[in-house]
């Protein structure tokens, strides 16, 4: 079965950091896009960041600077370390896996349950 | 504010036929293929529509979208109570070195 398990969040005080982690199961994650999106409480979907199978990584300007994406392919796990955290990036995230059409990431799936990150003093 | 553009709520009663707008520019819709995804309360997105208007396995045919130009469309036909989610419709973006954009998501209420 595929699957992605987050794991990771808590709260954290403001300029603190956090590394979240994927686990993926019945796939390869680096033969994979993967990608994080978060969901702020109550509100919509925000995509973070994307690593490319050939190791190419991408950010939103929300975050760029401050939000690391990663992989261990020996875990078959991906990785977001966050720095510099802030009241705004208090949200869920969740990973997904991005099929990928002649190169280009497209649709997100499956995703993860996502894991709970508060970033409060 | 999202890139793409959805009305932020819809309703219907059982049976009806719905519909959910996706509006957008031509980086990320015009650009690229829309895909639709439903969200239940309190469980993660699900994708439900992928490459405008296709359906993954076990996505009933109740379920279909589809594509003009920078706009894109969710239709839910034989409305049922467990279709009451929020629907958000996405698209990745050619600007710069290209990310992903997500609507503002539709609250579908079933009457």
């Known amino acids: 079965e595929v699957q992605l398990v987050e794991s990771g969040g808590g709260l954290v005080q403001p300029g603190g950091s956090l590394r979240l982690s994927c686990a993926a199961s019945?796939?390869?994650?680096?033969?994979?896009?993967m990608s994080w999106v978060r969901q702020a409480p109550g509100k919509g979907l925000e995509w973070v960041s994307v690593?490319?199978?050939?190791?190419?990584?991408y950010y939103a300007d929300s975050v760029k600077g401050r939000f690391t994406i990663s992989r261990d392919n020996s875990k078959n796990t991906l990785y977001l370390q966050m720095n510099s955290l802030r009241a705004e990036d208090t949200a869920v995230y969740y990973c997904?896996?991005?099929?990928?059409?002649?190169?280009?990431?497209?649709?997100?799936?499956?995703w993860g349950q996502g894991t709970l990150v508060t970033v409060s003093s | 504010q999202s890139v793409l553009t959805q009305p932020p709520s819809a309703s219907g009663t059982p049976g009806q036929r719905v519909t959910i707008s996706c509006s957008g520019s031509?980086?990320?819709?015009?650009?690229?293929?829309v895909n639709w995804y439903q969200q239940l309360p309190g469980t993660a997105p699900k994708l439900l529509i992928y490459?405008?208007?296709q359906r993954p396995s076990g996505v009933p045919d109740r379920f279909s979208g589809s594509k003009s130009g920078t706009s894109a469309s969710l239709a839910i036909s034989g409305l049922q109570s467990e279709d009451e989610a929020d629907y958000y419709c996405?698209?990745?973006?050619?600007?710069?070195?290209?990310?992903?954009?997500f609507g503002g998501g539709t609250q579908l209420t079933v009457l």
């Open positions: 690593i490319y199978s050939g190791g190419s990584t």
């Open positions: 997904a896996r991005a099929h990928s059409v002649a190169g280009i990431p497209d649709w997100f799936d499956p």
């Open positions: 490459s405008n208007n």
């Open positions: 019945g796939f390869t994650v680096s033969s994979n896009y």
């Open positions: 031509s980086s990320n819709i015009g650009s690229n293929t």
């Open positions: 996405a698209a990745w973006d050619d600007s710069l070195n290209g990310f992903a954009v």
